[in-house]
C-alpha cells in the first residue's frame, strides 16, 4: 500500500495557501498508509551563503537552543532554529558539510532529515491527520509540496523509516511500492562510502540517488539510471528545488495519477486525493506511463 | 432525472438507492454529483437504468454492471466496468490500468486514452478506445473485441485464446501467441458496428487485426521458452 501525494503551484496567487490545499489530499489517503506520514514542504529560501538543516529528535522537549549555541561557538557562524514539532529547522552561514560532521560528532542522536535552501521535511509515526497538526501545516506558505502516507511492508514503524527521504540538496524521496533487491545494493553503497540509519528500502533508493547526483549525474540521468538498477515496483515522487519529478517502474506495479489544471499540476497514488482541490473537476486527468520520467518546474 | 449527491449520501448511500429499484421502475434516469473520485461508484447496478456521473472516478466504477448504461463525464480509475456483464459503461476522458477486465458482455466505450492491462481477461465484454491502450493489454483475453483507434502499447494480447483485437495505429509489440490475422468481411461488419456505436467516424478498414496463434493452448516443451 503507502499512499504518495504531490503539488506543485504553477499560480503564485495560491502560494499562501499551499499547506491548507494539501491537507486534505494527505489526509484522503490515510488508508493507504496509516502507520506514518511525512511531508517535503519547500519555502523561505535562505540567503546563497546559507544552509537550512531539517533536524529531527525523539524528544519533543530536546533543547535545541543549546545546540545552537554550541554550533555557533564551536564553528564560530551565526545559526538561527525554529522548533515545530520534534523537529527543528536550523539556518546557518557555516559550510554544510561542517555542520553534518558536527551533529554527528556532539549530537549523534539528532537525525539530519533534510538540508538544502528551501526544502523543509517533517516526518514521524502516526495517523496522517495527526502528523499534520504536530508540524503546523495547515497554515503553511511555499511553492511545492510532496507527501507521504506510509504502510511498512519492508522494515519497522519508526520515524526514521518514515518518508520524505533526503537525497542531497534540496532534493528528497517518496516512494510507494517495494524494492526486491536493497539489501545487496545496499552492501555496494556502503562500499562507495555510503551511511545508512535503518533497514528500509526506500533508503536505499535515496541513497542510490544521492550517490549518482554526487557523482555529476542530472536528476533525470540519476533517475533513468534507477530504472536499470533498482530491482521491484515503485512509483517514485521526487521533490526538486523548484518543481517535481515522477517515475514509475517499467510494468507500473503500483497506481499512479497525474493532474492538471491553469493554477496546479498534482501527483496522487489515487485520484481521490486530488478531487479535494479547486478546479480539480475540470482537471486534465491521465496516468504517468511506465519507465518514463515526468517533470515539472525544470531543473532536471 | 433523478438527482444524487455523493457528497451527501455516500458511496454506499448511492449504491444501495440504485440496487434497490425494481427491475421495470419508471425512474429510469439517475445524476451523481460530486464523485470526488471514490471508488466502486454504481458498482453492481442490476437494472435497465440510466446513470450519468458528473466528474472523476476512482477504482472500480461501473463493476459487475447488468443491462443499465452508465455514463461517466471524466476520468476512470483503476478496474473501470470490471467484470461487465451486460449493458454499457461510456467513460468521456481516460481511464486508469485494467479497464473492462474480466468482462463478460456488454460495451465499454473509453473516449480518450486507457492505461495498462486494458480488457485483460476479457470473458466476451467489447471495448472501444478512442485514444491509445498501455502495455499488456488484452492479456489472456478469452473472448470479445477490443477496438483500440489509437496504439498498443507492448505485449499486446499476451496469452490470448479467443478475443479479436483491433488496432488503427501502431502496436509496440506483440506478446507471446499474439499475431496479426486476416481482416474478413465479418470483422469488418463487427467493427463497423462497434465504431457506430461508440458514435466514432474511423474507417474500419483502416484497423488491423490481432488474435491467438493457438500455439500456447496445451503445454508443449517445443514452446516453453513462450510460458
Sequence with gaps: MCGIVGLYLKNPKLQPKLGAMFKPMLIEMTNRGPDSAGVAIYRNPVKKNEVKFSLAHDDPAYDWRKLCAGLEKSLKCDATIRKIGNHCILVTNAKEAAVEKWLERHHPEVRVVGSGHTIEIFKEVGLPAQVYDKF????????????????????AVTTAGSHPFATGADLCLVHNGSLSNHNRLRENLRREGMEFQTENDTEVAAAYMTWKLRGGATLKEALEDGIEDLDGFYTFLVGTADGFAVVRDPIACKHAVMAETGDWVAMATEYRAIA??????????????PATIYTWGGHA | MNELDLGKEGVTGINQRLYGLPKNTNERHWSIRNPMGQHAIACGLDAPLHVEVHGHVGFYCGGMNKEAELIVHGHAGVGVAENLMSGLVWIKGNASESAGATGNGGLLIIDGDASSRCGISMKGIDIVVGGSVGHMSAFMAQRGNL???????????????????YVKGKVASLGADC????????????????????????NPADFRRYGSARKLYNFNVDHADAY
Design chain 2, 179 to 202: 499475431i496479426e490475422k486476416e481482416v474478413r468481411e465479418e470483422h469488418l461488419a463487427d467493427l463497423a458496428r462497434l465504431l457506430e456505436r461508440a458514435e466514432r467516424k474511423d
Design chain 1, 276 to 289: 479535494h482541490l479547486p478546479g480539480a473537476d475540470d482537471a486534465k486527468i491521465w496516468e504517468p506511463e
Design chain 2, 147 to 165: 477496438v483500440v483507434c489509437g496504439d498498443a502499447g507492448d505485449a499486446l494480447g499476451d496469452s490470448i485464446y479467443e478475443a479479436r483485437l
Design chain 1, 136 to 155: 503546523d501545516l495547515d497554515e503553511a506558505k511555499g511553492t511545492h509540496i510532496i507527501g507521504h502516507t506510509r504502510m511498512a511492508t519492508e522494515s
